[in-house]
């Protein structure tokens, strides 16, 4: 381009292993929001499908240099698949990847099929484990409940207690995630989720845009309910000593304040990274788009005939990778915007409008970074005048 912007390679592949899933929580991006393409999909992804997938993979690390990538086996629910499906993508993957390219493989499930003998493969494997919780019993099975009603809860904790006991444990948990419901009680949440002794924990919100509002989530109100939900649990969580587990959401929010590039694509400016293959093999943007509008998260690419640089080109991924210039300007004239980055690109989505304008959750946003950034202020003031 005239001034000299370069796209940069996909370090993240998520592979979407199994498109369906044997839960049936009602905020799902893939079932329950605007894009329905579930339905066209192959229930598993065909072995074909993972060798062309694996090709590509290799391909765009050889030829960007890249010596790691990150491979997300993901759904639907990715253990529907089964043990030995899971064994050829893996191992497909490194074998295309071949030498030069560490794939570090992380399986994002609900949980529910973690059994002994999914635990002994994925550590032999060497494969990490994020499991969907949203909390208490209470909390979680208020929304993640099985196609007859029931609450999941007892047979995901019952999942989470086999794998914090299990010998490669370090190894083998990568860390919990868990949707926001601003109905529950932030700390009693927080506190269920560090029962399991996580590495790590995904704070997310809902997903939701100006047109598709989440729940609790007025368009333009300055009510900021997910803000205030976050912060009491941020303040528990940083005033604990030791420090009892690693908040993502925290975390990159700290690490941008102080002037790094953020990991996640939910805060700061970093460009995206990540390719999504479908059961199908066709090639898309992150899967969250789909909360958007149907086909949003479209290239029209498919990995049987298509680079994985060719999606680096498409104008949506491009403009995923523009940072503040691809801000509006009510983003770029605000306080925070350097931090914030105007949200998950999926949040910004207003009918008409596209994905140009701030997050819908824009006033949380605001408090809540603005609050971390208070906090650290203080902390940092007290050290220079060493009081801490
Ligand atoms: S807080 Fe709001 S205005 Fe500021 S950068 Fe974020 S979305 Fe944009």
Not at 174 to 190: E, F, M, Q, S
Request: glycine share 10%; proline share 7%.
């Amino acid at each position: 381009m005239a001034d000299g912007w370069r796209p940069l390679p996909f370090r993240e592949f998520v592979l979407k292993i199994h498109s369906r899933c044997d839960l049936a929580c009602d905020y799902c991006y893939m079932y329950t929001m605007a894009d329905q393409s579930w339905r066209l999909q192959p229930r598993q992804m065909p072995r074909t499908v993972v060798d062309q997938a694996a090709a590509r993979i290799g391909e765009h690390a050889h030829s960007h240099g890249l010596t790691q990538v990150k491979l997300i086996l993901h759904g639907g629910e990715p253990l529907l698949a089964g043990t030995d499906f899971i064994t050829y993508a893996v191992g497909a993957a490194r074998e295309a990847a071949g030498p030069g390219t560490r794939v570090d493989v992380v399986v994002q499930t609900n949980g529910l099929g973690l059994d002994h003998g999914y635990l002994e493969l994925l550590a032999r494997l060497g494969v990490r484990v994020g499991v969907s919780i949203d909390g208490n019993a209470a909390a979680h099975d208020r929304r993640r409940k099985h196609p007859n009603g029931l609450g999941s809860h007892a047979g995901v904790a019952a999942a989470l207690r086999r794998l914090d006991g299990h010998p490669q444990r370090g190894d083998l948990f990568g860390g919990l995630l868990a949707t926001i419901d601003v109905r529950n009680d932030p700390i009693a949440v927080y506190e269920a989720l560090l029962t399991f002794n996580p590495p790590m924990i995904d704070l997310l919100l809902p997903h939701g845009n100006w047109t598709a509002p989440p729940p609790g989530r007025v368009p333009g109100s300055p009510e900021t309910p997910y803000a205030d939900w976050l912060i009491t649990v941020f303040d528990r969580w940083y005033q604990a000593a030791p420090r009892e587990t690693n908040v993502r959401l925290f975390t990159e929010l700290m690490h941008v304040i102080l002037g790094g590039t953020s990991g996640t694509e939910s805060v700061g400016l970093s460009p995206t990274a990540v390719a999504v293959i479908q059961t199908d093999g066709t090639i898309e943007q992150s899967d969250v788009l789909k909360s958007a509008y149907p086909g949003a998260p479209l290239t029209g690419l498919h990995v049987a005939r298509d680079q994985l640089d060719a999606a680096l080109a498409h104008p949506a991924v491009a403009a995923r990778q523009l940072g503040i210039r691809a801000l509006c300007d009510d983003c770029l004239s605000c306080p925070v915007h350097r931090v914030c980055g105007a949200g998950h690109y999926a949040h910004r989505y207003l009918a008409g409008r596209g994905f140009l304008g701030p997050s819908v959750y824009c006033p949380d946003l605001l408090k809540l970074i603005s609050h971390v950034q208070a906090v650290m202020a203080a902390d940092i003031a007290a050290l220079a005048n060493g009081r801490a």
